[in-house]
């Protein structure tokens, strides 16, 4: 997925896996939805508060920065990109975790929109996290109707 915004990550290193855990934990803790926070950087070495710069940064922003050192701290790998990226076949196909083939059959049958550049398609990654989304919703609301009917059965889950 190319773009010049494109930023994929993981932490390998113990410590930095500790840094992104107390990060997250900071940012949390002071996260209030209704407010725009402060946020001092402040390097190794420099003495005074006074003295660093400091970034005023909305609620939503600051849940974003969060999630990822959330995901960081857990060891995950993460990936920030534009959603309104165009994607290749094959890249929307690893994202989705299907094969290539697989892919084509579903924007042929129009259960992904897509657009040509040339002969080739393209999908707005937009529209790819939409159907991965749709897709998880469907099988979450199937398993609690299963769950739902062992229940009335008495099964015991």
Known sequence: MSSSLDLEMVLDSKEDLELAKAAQR??????????????????????RLSESPVLRLPPKVLRLFADVLGSLAQGKAIAVMPKELDVT??????FLNVSRPYLVRLLEEGKIPFHKVGTHRRIRF???V????DRQKISKDALQKLADQAQELGMGY
């Open 26 to 47: 900071c940012i949390v803790s002071s996260l209030d939805h209704s407010k725009a926070i402060n946020i001092a950087i402040v390097e190794d070495g420099v003495e």
């Open 89 to 94: 076949t094959q890249e929307a196909a690893m």
């Open 126 to 128: 937009e529209d790819v």
């Open 130 to 133: 939409q159907y991965k989304e």
